[in-house]
């Protein structure tokens, strides 16, 4: 993270008693930011991850007492020679979960990358009315997540929801839909919505990154007759890459962790049941404080081994956007 | 010629296809909170009908107009706190130079892009500890964990491209770091602070998780939850007519701002790569 180099000379001419002044009313400057931290994020999470070896219910939070692995992997022999496994890592819910997760994050980046980067192309091309779409696509950005999903939900609703009519009206099916209770269809449903609500984030960052390529590379490709296509994947996909790289990571993590839209959207369908309503419904809807906090501090663990695989083999800088 | 016109035909047919899905959906929903009784269940493309009664039943029954309350209240305060505590830490992550700056620029950003849900059970802990569950002070607790990283990391970036210069005259007159940050690097910030401020509030305003297990009862919820959670007399009825009269109600304020600000908000949003 290169910052301004000038500051130091100017720090070190000015001398050192000056500077060592100012790291001192530095670090004041950070402590209040710094122990609101520890105290929302860091704490929490170090009592969720202990919660997670614990025996914890919801109503006797107090009395937890530890128990070791067993939320996560318990394997009881019992007198007749059976072995039973029990806990999260052998429990065929989690695994569904995190694999409707891991499908739900990898089509919806997949889709709003693409998706993203034409109606960046789109904005960035000059033409009359392009203040008009920019200010179109915020639009479902600016609208709350719940919101969204209520609106969809309408629009989805089997027997007065307008797509079925646009549907059957276009002929493409033949009777109407129930498109967030059938299990073949819900989570198309929540890809629908996630695609509207969040494609817009992912084309105005790529926007800024196709923003900051010179215009005359253009210009001398135009005049060397090279054709448009190739110019896309010789030209502006490598140069766009660092933003688009730190894009797609910022989604990514953002959908990994979904939950609101699929808690409303598509409530109790086993089809889109995503990690993060795995665990808030053993935490607080079945009485199973500790098994949820085990599913947490899992989901917490993909989710940092996610991000540090792809910083590394991406090559992520997060400088590079701007 | 015709290549030419053909090219230029798709390019609007493509502009106007963004356009409408973009806003088809708000349109639909604004159209469907004027409908009431039988009306809601016609399907209509254009405005048929003028009647204002989802909206009176919404805010004269039930408790969506404290919902609102609550929610202006809570993001309010979270803006504030969250702006106070960033703007001098990111005159130190910006303008110092010192051990560990980058690590802990790192960690905030880190923070910044938790799942939330890690630290539900340490974090409910902690609210029933204080006492403050079912209280609005839940959530103005919890929902720093999100606004505090990212407007620290906004305002780091935004103050560390502002030139040296202004602030070398202030250190040669023996200026306190204190009375830099108020008399040269506040005046220069306000757009900064107001892009910062207004993501803060949409964030906090649009929050779910935490509304949703932080609070108990009708009156202590803030409108995502209420909107989520709007049911008809019977539990199969669901009241359509209401909950978009409600969903415009707490979405036209935010477009309108989103709006007006959209240049400073674009930047916010790509300097700070911040979600939505």
């Known amino acids: 993270m290169a910052i301004a180099e000038t500051i130091d000379v100017a720090e070190k001419s000015a001398g050192s008693d000056l500077f060592r002044q100012r790291v001192r009313s530095a670090w004041l400057f950070l402590t209040p930011m710094l122990v609101v931290l520890a105290v929302v994020a860091g704490w929490p999470l170090l009592r969720s991850i202990y919660f997670s070896f614990t025996n914890a219910s919801l109503t006797n939070i107090e009395a937890a007492q530890w128990v070791g692995f067993d939320n996560y992997l318990s394997i009881t022999t019992l007198k007749s020679g059976r072995v039973i496994y029990d806990g999260l890592l052998v429990d065929p819910l989690w695994w569904k979960s995190v694999w409707n997760t891991v499908r739900f994050s990898v089509v919806s980046v997949i889709l709003e990358t693409i998706i993203g980067m034409m109606v960046a192309l789109v904005l960035n091309a000059e033409f009359r009315g392009r203040g008009i779409v920019r200010a179109a696509i915020l639009v479902p950005w600016a609208i709350p997540t ?30 109407k839909i129930a498109w967030t209770a059938n299990p073949d269809t819900a989570m198309l449903a929540v890809l629908m919505v996630d695609i509207w609500k969040t494609t817009p984030f992912m084309a105005l960052l790529i926007l800024a990154g196709l923003q900051m390529i010179p215009g005359d590379i253009y210009e001398a490709a135009k005049i060397d007759g090279v054709h448009p296509v190739k110019v896309f994947f010789k030209v502006t996909l490598p140069l766009v890459r660092p933003a688009l790289m730190v894009a797609i990571i910022f989604r990514m993590l953002d959908a990994l962790r979904i939950f609101d839209l699929i808690y409303v959207l598509t409530a109790n369908n086993a089809q889109t049941k995503t990690m993060s309503v795995f665990a808030r419904e053993n935490l607080f809807d079945f009485d199973k404080f500790a098994y949820g906090s085990a599913a947490s501090t899992m989901l917490f663990l993909i989710l940092t081994v996610i991000t540090v695989v792809y910083i590394i083999v991406g090559k992520v800088n997060f400088e590079g956007g701007r | 010629m015709l290549w030419h016109a053909t090219k230029r035909t798709g390019f609007y047919l493509l502009v106007i296809g963004i356009v409408f899905i973009s806003i088809f959906p708000f349109y639909y929903a604004i159209i469907t909170s004027f409908k009431s009784g039988t009306a809601l269940f016609e399907i209509n493309y254009w405005p048929t009908s ?27 305060v979270v803006v504030a706190i969250s702006l106070l505590l960033a703007v001098t830490a990111s005159f130190a992550l910006s303008r110092v130079r010192f051990g560990g700056r ?3 620029l790192f960690t905030i950003l880190a923070v910044s892009m938790f ?36 407007t620290v990391w906004i ?14 005259a202030a250190i040669v007159d023996g200026a306190s770091p204190w009375v830099i940050i108020t008399k040269v690097f506040l005046p220069l910030m306000w757009p900064a602070l107001v892009t910062t401020g207004l993501l803060a509030f949409i964030a906090a305003w649009n929050e779910f998780l935490f509304a949703l297990t932080f609070t108990s009862s009708n009156n202590t919820r ?38 007006i600000f959209q240049r400073k908000i674009i930047s916010g949003l790509t300097a700070g790569g911040v979600k939505g």
Not at chain 1, 148 to 174: C, E, P, T, V, Y
Not at chain 2, 158 to 166: A, G, V, Y
Request: glycine letters at 4%; hydrophobic letters at 55%.
């Open chain 2, 50 to 76: 003028f009647s204002l009664a989802n909206y009176t039943q919404v805010l004269t029954t039930g408790s969506f107009p404290r919902n609102l309350a609550n929610s202006l209240l809570i993001a309010s």
């Open chain 2, 115 to 150: 799942p939330q849900i890690a630290v539900l059970s340490g974090l409910f802990e902690l609210v029933r500890f204080f006492g403050i569950f079912n209280t609005p002070f839940a959530l103005i607790f919890s929902y720093m964990i999100f606004t505090l990283p990212f």
């Open chain 2, 222 to 259: 803030t409108v995502p939850v209420a909107i989520a959670l709007l049911s008809g007399n019977t539990q199969y009825e669901i009241p359509w007519g209401n909950i978009m009269a409600a969903s415009v109600i707490v979405t036209v304020p935010l477009v309108v701002l989103v709006l």
């Open chain 1, 146 to 175: 719940i919101v969204s999903a209520k609106m969809w939900a309408w629009m989805l609703n089997d027997q007065f929801g307008i797509i079925n009519d646009i549907l059957l009206h276009l002929g493409l099916i033949s009777q």
């Open chain 2, 155 to 168: 305002l780091t970036t935004f103050m560390r491209d502002l030139p040296i210069e202004i602030e070398e």
């Open chain 2, 102 to 104: 980058s690590l802990l």
